[in-house]
C-alpha cells in the first residue's frame, strides 16, 4: 500500500497554478520579512540618515545646509569627517545662480578655517560682479572623501537644481574612504562599492553592518574624531602603504576615478549642469618622496627626485620640472595625485564639454621657475592663504569666461588682490594654521611609524595667541570663533579698535549666516567713526536678514553721511517692524530725512504725530560727511590730498589707485573721478558713479558728475543728476548749459 501511494505522488504531476502560486510565496515571504523589519526600523528611528541635505529654518526662511552625519557613510571603520557650514534657501529664487562645490580637504580649506575655502572668497567674487543675481555657491567637500563619495552624493546635488557644479578632487582615491589602499577599502571592484552605497540608504543593512561591527554604540565610539592621540587621519586611513607605479592597485584605482568621474559628467550632461573640472596641484619641489622602491621597470622615486634637485641648481628648470613630476608619480605612499590622474581630467573634460580649469598650470605661472612648492603649498597638497585665493581666482575667470551668468557689472568688479588684501583673515587664523601642520608633519608619513608624535604633549605656547590657537585646536568646546571674540575683547581693552573689528571680520567668514556677528562687528565700525566700513557690514547682513536693529543704524548711517533719500526706506522699514523700536531716534532721523529731501508734507506729518517726541530734542543737527579714512590706506591718501595741493598731479594719482587696490574708499575715488576728468578721460565717469551714496548731498560733486555725463554722452545719468543739482544749488550758473546739451529725447 505504501509503495502504491508513493507511486501515485511520483506519477501526479503539480498543477501549473499552484507550482507558480507557491513560487511566488516562498520569494514574497521573505520579501515581507525585509519589508517589516525596514518599516518597524524607520519607525522606530533607528540608524543614520545618510540625505546630502537636511531642511532647516533661519530667520523665518526655509533652508537646506549639508548633513552633518553624512560622513558615517563612507568611513564604516575610520573616523568620519564633517561637511562645511554652506547654506542653500530651499526655494530658489528667479534671480538665483546656484554653485555647487566637490572635493575633499582642500575643497574645505585646510590647514585653515572655513573663512579660507575657495568657494567662499568665489561667492563674494561672483556677488559683488553680479549683482542682480542671488548667488550660492554650495561647498559640499569633506576630508579624506573621493570620486566613490562624489558620484554617489551627485543625484542629490542635481535635485537642487544647480546652475554649475565645480569638481576639484582625486587626492585620495588611494587612501580616502572607500579607497583601495585605505583600511576601509570595502574590497576592489567597483560595482560591490556602489551597491554597498546604496543599500546603506535601507535600515535593514545599517542593522546588519552595525551587528557585524559589533554594535552600533562600539561604532558610534570608534567614529568619532577626537584631537587626542597620535595618530593623525593620514595614518588612520592608510592601509596598503606601498603601491607602486602601473602596479594592479594603481591602474586600479586610476580606473575607479576615471569611471566615477565618467558617471557624474553623463548625469551632469544629461541634466544641460555645466561642470568646471579642475586639475589638481601638488607640491612637487620642496617635497621628497614619502616613500621610495625600485623596481626592475622604474627607479626609485628618491633618486628622481635627487635628480630634479640638481637640475634646478644647474638652472635647467625644465628638466628640473618634469624629473620633480616624475619622482611625485613614483611615490609608492599615494597622498599626491599622479599625472596620470590629471591626464584622465583633462581628457574626460573633452570628451564630455566640461570646462577645465588648468591649475596645474596656473600654479606654475605663480611659482618661480614654474617650480610649485612651499611658496604656494602648504605641506604636500594643500595650498597656503596664497594659494587658495589663486585657485578662487581661477574659477571666477573660468565661470566668467563662460558667461553661464552674463556679463560682469564693471562698476562692481574688484580684483583678486583686493579680496586678498581685505578679507577677514587675521593672525590667529595663521597661528592656527601652522598648529595643525605640525600636528600634521610630526606624524606619519613624513616622519616614522614607529615615532610617536608628540607634538601635542610637547607644545608650550608663547603667547596669547598661541594659546588661543592651542586651545581651539584640542577643545571642541573652545572652537576658533571662540577664540577670535576672545581676543576681540582682549584688542578693545587695550584700545586698539582696528585689530577687535578684524577679529569680528575674521568670525563672519567663518560664519557668514550669524546675524549677531554683523551686529558686533558693524557697532564696533560705527562707534569707531568708520560710517563706511560699518555700512558696509549691515547691508551684508541685511542680505540675510532684515533685522530691525541693523535696518535703524543703516538708516542712520546714510543720514550722517547726509544720504537722506538712502536713509528713508530703512528707516520706514523699521517704523512699519515696530514703532516703538528706537522710537526717539527713528522719529529725529526720518523728520530730518523727509525735511532734508524737500518732502515738507511728510515732515510735518511726523512733527503733527511726535510733537512731544521732537520738543524733548531738537532734529538731529546737519552733519557733515564725515569719510573716514581707513588706516592700512590712510597714509597713501593724506600724501596724494598733499600731492593734489601741490600739483603734483601724477604722484596724487599713482597713490589712489594703489591706495584702492589695498582697500577701497569714496575718498579715493573722488580725487580720481575729478583726476580724470579734468584730463576729459572717460574713467572719471566710472569713479564718480561709484561714490553718488556718500556725495549725493555735494553740490560741487554733482556739478561735475553731471558735466561728466555730458561729456561722455551719458544723457541718462545727466537726467537723473540734474535735478537733484537743481534742488541743491538753484542759483547754479552751470545749470542751463547742462540743460541746454541734453538730448530732448533724454528729457
Known amino acids: 500500500m505504501k509503495n502504491k501511494l508513493e507511486k501515485i505522488k511520483k506519477n501526479t504531476p503539480l498543477d501549473p497554478k499552484k507550482k507558480f502560486i507557491f513560487s511566488v510565496i516562498l520569494v514574497l ?62 526655494q530658489k529664487p528667479k534671480n538665483g545662480f546656484r554653485v555647487f562645490v566637490i572635493g575633499s580637504s582642500t575643497t574645505v580649506g585646510f590647514p585653515y578655517s572655513q573663512g579660507v575655502m575657495f568657494s567662499r572668497i568665489l561667492q563674494s567674487r561672483l556677488q559683488d560682479s553680479y549683482p542682480g543675481k542671488y548667488i550660492e555657491v554650495i561647498n559640499t567637500g569633506m576630508t579624506a572623501i573621493n570620486s566613490y563619495t562624489f558620484q554617489d552624493k551627485f543625484g542629490e546635488i542635481l535635485k537642487e537644481k544647480p546652475d554649475a557644479v565645480i569638481i576639484y578632487g582625486g587626492q585620495n582615491e588611494f587612501y580616502g574612504g572607500m579607497g583601495i589602499g585605505s583600511n576601509d577599502a570595502s574590497g576592489k571592484f567597483r560595482w560591490m562599492k556602489i551597491l554597498q552605497l546604496d543599500l546603506l540608504e535601507f535600515k535593514t543593512y545599517q542593522l546588519i553592518r552595525n551587528i557585524i561591527a559589533g554594535s552600533k554604540k562600539q561604532l558610534k565610539n570608534k567614529n568619532k574624531i577626537e584631537n587626542a592621540g597620535s595618530a593623525t587621519l593620514m595614518q588612520l586611513c592608510s592601509a596598503n602603504t606601498d603601491i607602486e607605479y602601473n602596479s594592479e592597485v594603481y591602474l586600479l584605482a586610476h580606473e575607479h576615478f576615471k569611471k566615477n568621474m565618467e558617471s557624474i559628467l553623463k ?47 644647474e638652472g635647467d628648470y625644465e628638466k628640473a620640472k618634469a624629473s620633480y613630476y616624475r619622482a611625485k608619480d613614483l611615490d609608492c605612499i599615494r597622498f599626491r595625485a599622479s599625472e596620470d590622474l590629471n591626464k584622465i581630467v583633462d581628457d574626460l573634460a573633452a570628451k564630455y564639454g566640461a570646462y577645465l580649469v588648468p591649475m596645474e598650470s596656473i600654479f606654475e605661472k605663480n611659482s618661480p621657475h614654474g617650480l610649485i612648492g612651499n611658496n604656494l603649498i602648504t605641506e604636500h597638497v594643500h595650498p ?35 579680496y586678498r588684501k581685505n578679507w577677514g583673515f587675521t593672525e590667529l587664523d595663521s597661528v592656527s594654521a601652522e598648529l595643525l601642520l605640525h600636528k600634521l608633519k610630526n606624524g606619519w608619513p613624513f616622519k616614522s611609524a614607529a615615532i610617536e608624535n608628540r607634538f601635542i604633549k610637547d607644545f608650550k605656547p608663547k603667547g596669547i595667541i598661541d594659546s588661543l590657537a592651542f ?9 576658533l570663533e571662540s577664540a577670535h571674540k576672545f581676543l576681540a575683547h582682549y584688542y578693545l581693552n587695550n584700545k586698539q579698535p582696528d585689530k577687535a573689528f578684524q577679529e569680528y571680520y575674521s568670525i563672519i567668514k567663518i560664519q557668514p549666516y550669524n546675524i549677531q556677528n554683523y551686529i558686533e562687528a558693524g557697532d564696533l565700525l560705527f562707534q569707531n567713526g568708520s560710517y563706511e566700513k560699518a555700512l558696509e557690514i549691515f547691508l551684508s547682513s541685511l542680505k540675510i536678514d532684515r533685522e530691525i536693529y ?21 528707516l520706514e522699514e523699521v517704523n512699519n517692524l515696530d514703532p516703538n523700536f528706537r522710537k526717539q531716534t527713528i522719529v529725529n532721523l526720518l523728520f530730518q530725512a523727509y525735511n532734508e529731501t524737500g518732502n515738507s508734507k511728510k515732515a510735518k506729518e511726523i512733527f503733527s504725530s511726535n510733537k512731544e517726541l521732537l520738543s524733548q530734542s531738537s532734529a538731529i543737527k546737519k552733519q557733515e560727511v ?5 588706516s592700512d590706506v590712510k597714509q597713501q591718501i593724506e600724501q596724494a590730498i598733499k600731492d593734489l595741493q601741490s600739483g603734483n598731479i601724477e604722484k596724487a594719482l599713482s597713490l589712489l589707485l594703489d591706495a584702492n587696490k589695498t582697500h577701497e574708499t569714496s575718498l579715493a575715488s573722488r580725487f580720481l573721478g575729478d583726476i580724470y576728468l579734468q584730463r576729459k578721460d572717460k574713467k572719471a565717469l566710472f569713479y564718480l558713479k561709484k561714490v553718488y551714496p556718500d556725495y549725493s548731498a555735494d553740490p560741487q560733486y554733482l556739478n561735475s558728475i553731471c558735466y561728466a555725463s555730458i561729456l561722455f554722452k551719458d544723457f541718462k545719468t545727466a537726467k537723473e543728476i540734474l535735478p537733484r543739482l537743481k534742488q541743491l544749488s538753484p542759483n547754479n550758473p552751470n545749470i542751463p548749459v547742462f540743460e541746454k546739451n541734453i538730448p530732448p529725447e533724454y528729457k
Open 550 to 570: 541693523i535696518l535703524s543704524k543703516t538708516g542712520e548711517i546714510y543720514c550722517l553721511n547726509k544720504n537722506f533719500k538712502e536713509a528713508i526706506p530703512y
Open 626 to 630: 564725515v569719510l573716514r579714512i581707513p
Open 29 to 90: 515571504i521573505p520579501v515581507f520579512i525585509l519589508f517589516l523589519i525596514e518599516f518597524s526600523l524607520r519607525i522606530a528611528n533607528y540608524g543614520d540618515n545618510y540625505s546630502l541635505f537636511v531642511d532647516f529654518s533661519m530667520y523665518g526662511k526655509e533652508y537646506r545646509t549639508c548633513n552633518r552625519d553624512i560622513g558615517k557613510k563612507y568611513f564604516h571603520n575610520l573616523p568620519y569627517t564633517t561637511p562645511c557650514n554652506d547654506i542653500f534657501l530651499k
Open 267 to 313: 548625469k551632469a550632461n544629461k541634466k544641460g549642469v555645466p561642470v568646471f573640472f579642475s586639475e589638481l596641484v601638488c607640491n612637487v619641489k620642496d617635497l621628497p618622496p614619502f616613500g621610495s622602491s625600485k623596481s626592475t621597470n622604474y627607479p626609485s622615486a628618491i633618486s628622481v627626485y635627487e635628480e630634479a634637485r640638481t637640475f634646478e641648481k
Open 471 to 479: 586651545q581651539a585646536m584640542r577643545f571642541d568646546v573652545f572652537t
Open 384 to 418: 597656503n592663504i596664497d594659494g587658495y585665493f589663486i585657485m578662487a581666482d581661477a574659477f571666477y575667470s573660468s565661470i566668467v569666461q563662460s558667461k553661464i551668468i552674463g556679463r560682469v557689472d564693471s562698476s562692481n568688479y574688484k580684483p583678486s588682490s583686493y
